[in-house]
């Protein structure tokens, strides 16, 4: 830290990011990426006129992708905001929605850039605890008077709260925004974009890193009433007018033609889950119910950090935390079957050297 740093950030804590190994024989387990390419419309899309293009600045509206997304959801462009990533798109509704009239409230195991956003911009945030099976209740967040941000399905434990659920935290909650963050909806739970017709509060926040396999071209965008998107529009342009870069859009706006062949991979990561976890279980795994792409176990033979130590030694990277609550657990991302099934075998291995050492004891 030098001398010239702002106080107010001097005791932030920021964000910590899961591994990104530049070695490419790690089974990567560990960040909730799609283990398919992009389909072949954004391939084709970067073309060299595409990148020519470049020594232009990007279209700060976004029209032509905004309209795709409008129409794919049935909304108007208006209802539509864009950034780089949905990580973007919290900062602008933290920034926006919170202060210290408008305390925050999330679910104490939650993605953990939620706090980090508090902690920015200095507003006071409950942190609302989990059932002992990680069950978020709806009744801790109805008439609240707080801006609520809410994971659904919830990061990193994959659970899902109904979306009659979603809409009384949200019908309750009328003078404050409720932000339903909804980077894993397309892995198996039910949407609450068609709220926004009903309630001026909602904003939810979408993104093309995970099932859309865009990770790593940064782009989110959020559905609510257009006085809210404007809020949003608002800050970005006092901020970062061109966060969405040119390329980004234009192979969003081609993702989005070809959203049968996300949608196919959806379901085989969904399919790819379901076995996964019956491996799991047979091997003596509590495996929380997931609709996300990764899911959240334990083992009382083994601790959370012997398990991830052990999986690395043998190139396999999966996540996990230091939080008391969940430093028994370890969160793996379903990756593809050749992967799942390393992943599998070196988990038996692994086991069996236990009950070895154990037997040696
Ligand atoms: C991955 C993730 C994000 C961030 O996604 P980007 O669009 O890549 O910034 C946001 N929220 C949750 C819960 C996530 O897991």
Request: glycine share 4%.
């Given at each position: 830290?030098?001398?010239?740093?702002?106080?107010?950030?001097?005791?932030?804590?920021?964000?910590?990011?899961?591994?990104?190994?530049?070695?490419?024989v790690?089974?990567?387990?560990?960040?909730?990426?799609?283990?398919?390419?992009?389909?072949?419309?954004?391939?084709?899309?970067?073309?060299?006129?595409l990148?020519?293009?470049?020594?232009?600045?990007?279209?700060?509206t976004?029209?032509?992708?905004?309209?795709?997304?409008?129409?794919?959801?049935?909304?108007?462009?208006?209802?539509?905001?864009?950034?780089?990533?949905?990580?973007?798109?919290?900062?602008?509704?933290?920034?926006?929605?919170?202060d210290?009239?408008?305390?925050?409230?999330?679910?104490?195991?939650?993605?953990?850039?939620?706090k980090v956003?508090?902690?920015?911009?200095?507003?006071?945030?409950?942190?609302?605890?989990?059932?002992?099976?990680?069950?978020?209740?709806?009744?801790?967040y109805?008439?609240?008077?707080?801006?609520?941000?809410?994971?659904?399905?919830?990061?990193?434990?994959?659970r899902?709260?109904?979306?009659?659920?979603?809409?009384?935290?949200?019908?309750?909650?009328?003078?404050n925004?409720?932000?339903?963050?909804?980077?894993?909806?397309?892995?198996?739970?039910?949407?609450?974009?068609?709220?926004?017709?009903?309630?001026?509060?909602?904003?939810?926040?979408?993104?093309?890193?995970?099932?859309?396999?865009?990770?790593?071209?940064?782009?989110?965008?959020?559905?609510?009433?257009?006085?809210?998107?404007?809020?949003?529009?608002?800050?970005?342009?006092?901020?970062?007018?061109?966060?969405?870069?040119?390329?980004?859009?234009?192979?969003?706006?081609?993702?989005?033609?070809?959203?049968?062949?996300?949608?196919?991979?959806?379901?085989?990561?969904?399919?790819?889950r379901?076995?996964?976890?019956?491996?799991?279980?047979?091997?003596?795994?509590?495996?929380?119910?997931?609709?996300?792409?990764?899911i959240?176990?334990?083992?009382?033979?083994?601790?959370g950090?012997?398990?991830?130590?052990?999986?690395?030694?043998?190139?396999?990277?999966?996540?996990r935390?230091?939080?008391?609550?969940?430093?028994?657990?370890?969160?793996?991302?379903?990756?593809?079957?050749?992967?799942?099934?390393?992943?599998?075998?070196?988990?038996r291995?692994?086991?069996?050297?236990?009950?070895?050492?154990?037997?040696?004891?």
């Amino acid at each position: 830290m030098s001398k010239f740093l702002n106080k107010r950030y001097m005791k932030l804590e920021s964000y910590k990011p899961g591994e990104q190994p530049k070695n490419p024989v790690y089974v990567k387990l560990n960040t909730n990426e799609s283990p398919y390419p992009p389909g072949p419309m954004v391939i084709e899309a970067i073309n060299k006129e595409l990148l020519n293009n470049l020594r232009l600045y990007s279209d700060p509206t976004s029209s032509r992708l905004k309209e795709k997304l409008a129409e794919k959801y049935g909304v108007k462009s208006e209802n539509i905001f864009v950034a780089n990533g949905s990580d973007d798109i919290l900062n602008f509704a933290f920034m926006a929605f919170s202060d210290e009239d408008r305390p925050v409230m999330f679910p104490e195991i939650t993605y953990g850039f939620y706090k980090v956003f508090a902690e920015l911009y200095g507003v006071p945030y409950t942190k609302v605890p989990l059932s002992e099976g990680f069950e978020i209740d709806r009744k801790d967040y109805t008439a609240q008077n707080k801006m609520i941000v809410i994971a659904n399905p919830n990061a990193p434990t994959g659970r899902v709260l109904k979306l009659f659920e979603i809409e009384e935290i949200v019908r309750t909650n009328p003078e404050n925004i409720v932000v339903i963050d909804e980077a894993y909806i397309d892995f198996g739970a039910e949407s609450c974009v068609d709220l926004i017709f009903k309630y001026d509060n909602l904003l939810v926040v979408r993104t093309f890193s995970k099932s859309r396999s865009l990770a790593g071209a940064r782009l989110g965008f959020a559905v609510g009433s257009a006085s809210v998107i404007s809020d949003l529009e608002k800050l970005k342009y006092s901020t970062n007018p061109y966060n969405v870069n040119s390329v980004t859009e234009y192979i969003g706006i081609a993702a989005l033609e070809e959203d049968d062949y996300y949608i196919r991979n959806c379901e085989r990561i969904m399919e790819t889950r379901k076995r996964t976890v019956s491996e799991l279980e047979k091997l003596g795994f509590n495996v929380i119910p997931s609709q996300a792409n990764f899911i959240f176990v334990s083992n009382d033979e083994i601790s959370g950090l012997e398990l991830y130590t052990m999986l690395k030694e043998r190139g396999i990277l999966i996540r996990r935390w230091d939080d008391e609550k969940i430093r028994e657990y370890v969160r793996i991302t379903i990756g593809n079957e050749i992967e799942m099934n390393k992943f599998i075998t070196a988990i038996r291995e692994i086991l069996e050297e236990q009950r070895d050492e154990r037997m040696c004891v």
